[in-house]
């Protein structure tokens, strides 16, 4: 059996050394159109800024290593620009001469490609470059060699703010433009906006909002859509990529959503002699069953093990992904799994939010750092639909135990049971994922109800008032614009001063004490709610509404 995949990196080598080690006797054929077939392509931002210092070190695999221990064929440079399905036969370039070559089985691995936008000025443009490959690293490692001093980053996605930072750490003045209200869109706004506060604090400019409308002076200026335009040494287009599917559309094969690859379960395409991985394929939400594109490592890598099971004869399905994420912005990271609030809004879900703040270890001990963790799930069933976290260290580790969760079929109300290792240095006897389970079982439960951040100026509007039952030293840092002020230790002796017939909004700064509060008025007879994250996170993502008490 003849089995040529085309393209390399995750899902095309994950595939084909799967497959020798299943079939010693199949000739395994690489085609990899650019030089190198196995590369760290999420590692390219860090080369930049000399964070990982050697080249070399990208570079993964070599065809002599992969043909040494694997005995695979493997061809860089080798484009394939036509398939002829039923005659099961590729049209190959190499070196500006064609070959066909024949298969028994096809496997498509093409990934996905930067997005290129139509902007005026941009195809006449010098000095704009995309990031796909080392080649792409390359040419930018180039242009820092000319000593440039300003850099623009068009797209604040996960691979735009790493170029930004490395392009920073650099020594560069970096100007970042995002098209959204906050940067990275894949997290809802209130999380993003710790990242946004993190560029700014590392002197990053950060312009969200905003469209380059043109490039002008060969690429050194741009004209952005609020009519001001920016000068730039070079710029770094990130604006997204899109299924490099061009060779799938033209073989006839059937593509879908945003011109991904179709393919079933056993990633098969319309042609069941094709099958197709990574970047390039539509998979399945695995919260919504709803088609989608998720250009992840990790999915890629292993679909190509699948896949390789699949063509092997070993039965695997794609059970779907959720898109888990995780991403380091200076002394910051945001992770994700599953579906955003805006996404289960998108959905028509049924859904509860809650935010927890906790540290990556236990709080007495040195060096204890902030955890934000976000949930989304039904309140109904407990299904788990997302999560989110933000933080300096230890998200990767929660994050993960929530996809872990999800992937499980586990609810809200298994989180809390969840054993987690535990001593000082490492985390806390209740870990910030436990308590995720118990807030959100107190939402379920219907012992806590919440206002959301950004329900709360609606909510005053109605007539409610905000208690804010944080001591008279922390209103200091920053007071509510209007707000009520009774420290949670004196409001059972001061509860003759609030109104029964009054509905209430209360908060502390992270959420506990305001909960506590709400337990104590509710069985009191009150009518209140917790305002979820409380002011850590209301101060964040809506500075403007905070006000200096002492001026």
């Known amino acids: ?60 695999q070599t065809p002599e290593t992969l043909a040494a221990r694997f005995q695979l064929d493997v061809r860089p440079n080798h484009e394939v620009t036509a398939i002829f399905p039923e005659k099961k036969r590729i049209e190959v370039t190499f070196g500006g001469k064609k070959s066909l070559e024949n298969y028994d089985v096809l496997l498509l691995s093409p990934g996905a490609k930067p997005f290129k936008p139509a902007i005026a000025g941009l195809d006449e443009a010098d000095h704009v470059y995309t990031i796909r490959n080392v080649p792409d690293i390359d040419l930018v490692m180039e242009e820092l060699e000319k000593q440039p001093k300003k850099a623009v980053v068009v797209g604040a996605g996960f691979i735009g703010l790493e170029m930004a930072e490395n392009l920073k750490k650099r020594g560069l003045e970096v100007t970042i433009i995002e098209l959204s209200s906050h940067v990275l869109p894949n997290l809802d706004e209130e999380m993003a906006s710790y990242i946004q506060n993190e560029l700014t604090k590392q002197k990053v400019t950060v312009r969200t909002n905003c469209a380059v409308t043109a490039f002008e002076n060969n690429g050194q200026t741009l004209r952005l859509n609020d009519g001001t335009t920016i000068h730039t040494d070079f ?20 593509t879908g959503m945003r011109g991904g690859i179709v393919v079933n379960e056993q990633y098969q395409t319309s042609d069941p002699s094709i099958y197709a991985v990574g970047d390039a394929i539509i998979v399945k939400h695995q919260i919504t069953g709803e088609d989608a594109l998720i250009s992840l ?54 859904f509860s939010v809650v935010h927890v703040s906790g540290k990556d270890h236990a709080s007495y001990y040195p060096q204890a750092t902030d955890i934000l963790l976000k949930l989304v799930f039904n309140p109904k069933t407990g299904e788990i639909y997302g999560a989110q976290g933000i933080g300096e260290k230890g998200v990767d580790k929660r994050i993960d135990s929530l996809a872990t969760a999800i992937k499980g079929n586990l609810t809200i109300f298994d989180l809390p049971e969840l054993e987690f290792t535990y001593a000082p240095p490492f985390g806390s006897a209740k870990d910030p994922v436990n308590m995720l389970g118990y807030v959100a079982m107190n939402v379920a439960e219907g012992l806590s109800e919440m206002v959301q951040w950004h329900e709360l100026s609606d909510a005053l509007a109605n007539g409610k008032i905000l208690l804010d039952v944080r001591n008279k030293e922390e209103l200091k840092n920053g007071a509510f614009k209007k707000a009520l002020n009774i420290p949670l230790h004196e409001l059972r002796c001061r509860i003759k001063e609030l109104d029964p017939e009054q509905e209430y909004v ?22 209140v709610k917790n305002l979820d994250g409380a002011f850590a996170l209301y101060h964040t993502v809506r500075p403007e509404e905070i006000v200096d008490p002492q001026k």
Request: charged share 20%; glycine share 10%; proline share 4%.
């Open 1 to 60: 059996m003849k089995i040529i995949i085309v393209g390399g990196v995750a899902g095309g080598m994950s595939a084909a050394t799967r497959l020798r080690r299943l079939n010693e006797e199949a000739e395994i054929v690489v085609l990899e159109k650019g030089p190198y077939v196995s590369f760290a392509n999420c590692g390219l931002p860090y080369y930049l800024s000399g964070e990982i210092k050697e080249r070399d070190a990208l570079l993964v």
């Open 235 to 254: 710029t770094i287009l990130s604006v997204g990529v899109q299924p490099d599917s061009n060779l799938a559309k033209m073989a006839g094969l059937k």
């Open 297 to 350: 490592a990790s999915p890629a890598n292993r679909q190509g093990r699948q896949v390789a099971d699949t063509i092997a004869g070993i039965p695997r399905k794609n059970q779907g992904s959720l898109g888990t994420s995780i991403l380091r912005v200076f002394d910051q990271s945001a992770a994700s799994t599953g579906l955003t609030e805006k996404m289960a809004k998108q959905a028509n879900l049924p």
């Open 506 to 527: 209360v908060s502390c700064h992270s959420g506990l004490r305001s909960y506590l509060a709400e337990r104590i008025l509710k069985q009191a007879g009150f009518k």
